[in-house]
Each structure stands twice: as C-alpha cells, then as structure tokens.
C-alpha cells in the first residue's frame, strides 16, 4: 500500500482555511492533486478547532455532490447550486411538480400558443432560464443583438407560461426554479444565511448566473477551488471564476497524485508551451511491480467515439460506456443525416439548422441533385460546423447499418462489465484509469494550435488546448498515442 503523506502546499491551505489572510482563497488544483481530500482534511482541521462553525460546500453534478456528502460527513453542509435552490424556493413559493422537461400537455389551456410553436417557445423558455439575465425583457434584448433572426413575438407566450409556473399552476423545470431563486436573490427577496466557511469547486467553469449567486451568500472566508487549464467547456458560455478575484489569496496544489511520475516532466513542459509558462506539475511515485488492469479509450467528438464502437463490434471486443453518456445525443446528427429528408418537419431546436440545409438541397432541380448529393451538399454548407461535419464523416466512412446497429446496442454498453471504457474526453474530467489511450482526433484537434503563444490564443483554441491537458492527465500508469507529448 502507498502511504501518502500531506504536502507543504497542502498544510498552507490548512493553515490558510483555519485562520485566513483574505477573506477569499483561491486553490489552483492541478489534475489528480486530490483537492476534495485536501479540502475535507482542512475542514476537519477547522472544525476540530471551531466545532460550532457552519460550512457550505458547492459542487457541480449529483454524483459528485453524493461524494462530497459522504467524505465531509456532518462537517459541511454539501449541495449542488440546483438543491440548494430548490430548498429555497420550491416549499416556500408552492411551486408545481418538477419535471425535467415540459411538453405542450403541460401548458395550460387558458395559454393559447401559436400553431406549431410550442416547442420553440418552451426552448426559449429554458435558454432565458439558463442565462444571467435578470429578466425576460433584458434576455430578448441581448437575443436580438446577436441573433437577427431570433422570433421576438414568442416572448409575450413565454411570459405566460413563466408566470403560471411562478403562480404554481403547472408543473416546473430544474432550470426554472435555479432561475426564480437568481432572481429573488439578486432583488433581496431572499435573504441568505451566513456562511463561516464557503467552499465551491470547479471555480474555473461558472455559468453568469452562479456566480451572481455566490457573489451573494454572506460568508467570512470563500475559498474557491478548481484549474483554469481545466476549463473545456467554453462552448457552454461558461465563465472563468477566478478572473473576477484578482486580489484573492492564491494556494496551489500542484502535485498529482494520479499520474505517474515518468510522464510528469512532459506534461508540465506541456502545460508551460501552450497554457500557463510557469505552471508545476509533479506526478506520483508508484511502485514498478503494478500491472495496469483498468483502460480507457478517449475520443475529442462522438462521432469518433462511434466509429470506436462499430470497431469493437465487429471484432466482438467487449466495452463499457460511462453512464453519464447520452445515447440519443451521442448519435443525434448521425441518425439525422442518415434518415434526413426534404419537408420534415424537424422539431429538435439543435438540428433545424441542419434540416434548413436538407430542405434547401430538396428545392434544386432534379438535375442539380444528380450532380450534387444530398451528403455532400450538407458538407459543402457546414465546412466550419464541427458537429454535422464530423457526422457526416462517420456517414461516409462506415456502413450505415453499423451506426444504426451501434445506436441500438449502444445504452447495454453501460452495464458491461468490463476493464476498457469508451468516452469522450470532455466526459472524462474526474476519470481515472490504469491506461489511457487517445484516439488521433485528440491529436488532430490541437495540431494547428501549437505554434501558438497561449497570450495569443482565443477562447475556443484554449479550451482546446485545456481539454488535451484533461485527457493527458486521466492515467495512472500508461498514456497512449499523446503525440504532442515531448520527450516521454
């Protein structure tokens, strides 16, 4: 067994947490430097001394709130941002039942909708729930400086059907009482506790809407943990957490427990060339009798993941999916270029695009689309679209009966019980396994980003970068086919 002792670097978080210099910390935790351990052993430090003191810790997903739970124990008081809100406003505001997603069988009658825009009103509904906008008024407003085309006559229906959801008389999304909670916070309305001792983590990813939230809750020290190399999710519209503090008092855990310590040196050079020229990253000394056992095999899009798949059916290789996967969105572009038609009439807000192309290609003359196919008009459209190009990519290079097989069998992948996983990088942040293998989409992602000097980089191109750091730094023992890795 490997004993582990605390680092320097960890005892100054202790000390730092147990009596604060700032009344915000900030802890850059690298890949693997076990940041919840640290925290729960700073807290039980903390807490051992000022055993009446309240802690509040915030995570981001309900697996890892469920673990936090079990390792603070009655130490903290751990939640995500959605049940956090949910204890704030659904008893005390009546509010409806909860669903997931609303349909038109949840509207009530007396809201009369526009023929056949039930669903694009309910989609408008959860992206102003989504956004930091305080109000319907402001989101339409900031909606129509960016999107020309956006149907601003929709508004006054969703207005009606966010008010009889704030009245109770119909049912309520997740993303409509997060909502309703920013809002009344933002106003005083609600008034929330005081807090000794705030902790959030994944710092680096934040939604507008929770950090005015954060921003908010009263606390004498707020300790804010996470790695800005780690943010891969720009495309969400996320927020760099740690850019709003800048005179906070900055720890650092730098040392991965995770990664073994022969790749390390690569993975720091790595990190010093592309995101962050001063950034240390120490690996882990494992004993050299272990065997490695456990794999995963990383893809950059689903598409590539797919193409995995039909390979391992073929070879009747057995595989495990991860249960946060989502099948009907993993194989959603594909199956709609494979059974795409003219005059469908698309109702998923995320392919309409897509099928604004189909029916464009359905208006040539028949003679034109002798001359040009359905696939490779859609190609020819969506050059920078990255989603529908990769799809179609995997339509033409696998049989189409493959994919449809692959999505049929796809969700008895998750119960496979089985040492190699398939999943997208992107799904892999909080993975470890004994090997990690990247697929050469991996590679091709980031292959034009690295002459590039990180001050120089866009948003999109440096979360590219932070997302092959991700994938780089899920193995234990053995990292395969990191190509841009130099001098393992």
């Given amino acids: 067994m490997i004993k582990l002792s605390y680092t320097d670097e960890q005892k100054l978080i202790f000390d730092e947490i147990i009596r604060p210099t700032n009344p915000v910390l900030t802890i850059k935790a690298t890949a693997g430097s076990s940041k919840s351990h640290?925290?729960?052993?700073?807290?039980?430090?903390?807490?051992?001394?000022?055993?009446?003191?309240?802690?509040?810790?915030?995570?981001?997903?309900?697996?890892?709130?469920?673990?936090?739970?079990?390792?603070?124990?009655?130490?903290?008081?751990?939640?995500?941002?959605?049940?956090?809100?949910?204890?704030?406003?659904?008893?005390?505001?009546?509010?409806?039942?909860?669903?997931?997603?609303?349909?038109?069988?949840?509207?009530?009658?007396?809201?009369?909708?526009?023929?056949?825009?039930?669903?694009?009103?309910?989609?408008?509904?959860?992206?102003?729930?989504?956004?930091?906008?305080?109000?319907?008024?402001?989101?339409?407003?900031?909606?129509?400086?960016?999107?020309?085309?956006?149907?601003?006559?929709?508004?006054?229906?969703?207005?009606?059907?966010?008010?009889?959801?704030?009245?109770?008389?119909?049912?309520?999304?997740?993303?409509?009482?997060?909502?309703?909670?920013?809002?009344?916070?933002?106003?005083?309305?609600?008034?929330?506790?005081?807090?000794?001792?705030?902790?959030?983590?994944?710092?680096?990813?934040?939604?507008?809407?929770?950090?005015?939230?954060?921003?908010?809750?009263?606390?004498?020290?707020?300790?804010?943990?996470?790695?800005?190399?780690?943010?891969?999710?720009?495309?969400?519209?996320?927020?760099?957490?740690?850019?709003?503090?800048?005179?906070?008092?900055?720890?650092?855990?730098?040392?991965?427990?995770?990664v073994s310590h022969y790749y390390a040196p690569a993975i720091q050079q790595f990190l010093r060339d592309h995101l962050e020229p001063n950034a240390v990253f120490e690996g882990m000394d494992y004993p050299t009798n272990v065997r490695p056992v456990t794999k995963a095999y990383l893809t950059r899009t689903n598409a590539s993941l797919i193409g995995k798949m039909i390979e391992l059916n073929k070879a009747g290789t057995p595989y495990h999916l991860s249960s946060k996967t989502k099948i009907k969105d993993m194989f959603k572009f594909p199956l709609a270029i494979i059974y795409a038609k003219p005059a469908f009439d698309q109702k998923d807000p995320e392919l309409k695009h897509l099928q604004h192309d189909?029916?464009?290609?359905?208006?040539?003359?028949?003679?034109?689309?002798?001359?040009?196919?359905?696939?490779?008009?859609?190609?020819?459209?969506?050059?920078?679209?990255?989603?529908?190009?990769?799809?179609?990519?995997?339509?033409?290079?696998?049989?189409?009966?493959?994919?449809?097989?692959a999505h049929k069998h796809a969700e008895t992948h998750k119960n496979e019980v089985c040492d190699l996983q398939l999943m997208t990088a992107h799904t892999s942040k909080g993975t470890t396994r004994d090997i990690i293998e990247l697929d050469e989409d991996l590679n091709e992602s980031i292959k034009d980003l690295l002459d590039k000097r990180p001050t120089k980089l866009t948003t999109e191109e440096r979360s590219e970068l932070c997302l092959y750091f991700v994938a780089i730094t899920r193995h234990r023992h053995e990292l395969i086919n990191a190509k841009h890795l130099k001098d393992i």
């Fill in 38 to 258: 640290s925290l729960v052993a700073a807290i039980t430090r903390y807490k051992q001394i000022y055993p009446y003191t309240s802690v509040r810790y915030i995570v981001f997903g309900k697996m890892a709130s469920d673990e936090a739970k079990r390792e603070f124990g009655t130490n903290a008081i751990v939640s995500t941002l959605h049940s956090y809100a949910y204890h704030k406003v659904i008893r005390q505001y009546s509010l409806g039942t909860v669903k997931s997603f609303l349909t038109w069988r949840d509207i009530p009658k007396s809201i009369r909708l526009p023929f056949g825009k039930d669903s694009e009103i309910l989609n408008l509904i959860e992206e102003y729930c989504k956004s930091e906008y305080k109000s319907l008024e402001a989101y339409s407003t900031a909606l129509k400086l960016v999107d020309s085309n956006a149907d601003l006559r929709l508004f006054p229906f969703a207005k009606r059907i966010l008010n009889a959801m704030a009245q109770g008389s119909m049912p309520v999304t997740h993303s409509f009482y997060l909502k309703l909670f920013h809002i009344l916070v933002m106003t005083g309305t609600i008034q929330l506790d005081h807090e000794d001792r705030l902790l959030v983590d994944e710092f680096q990813d934040m939604s507008g809407m929770a950090l005015d939230i954060i921003n908010a809750i009263p606390a004498d020290q707020k300790v804010f943990v996470g790695d800005s190399n780690q943010s891969i999710f720009s495309f969400l519209n996320l927020k760099d957490g740690f850019s709003f503090y800048p005179n906070a008092k900055v720890l650092n855990l730098s040392k991965s427990f995770r």
């Fill in 358 to 405: 189909i029916d464009d290609w359905g208006s040539l003359s028949a003679t034109k689309r002798e001359e040009v196919s359905l696939i490779k008009y859609l190609k020819e459209a969506n050059i920078n679209d990255q989603k529908i190009t990769s799809a179609i990519n995997l339509v033409l290079n696998f049989d189409r009966q493959d994919i449809i097989d």
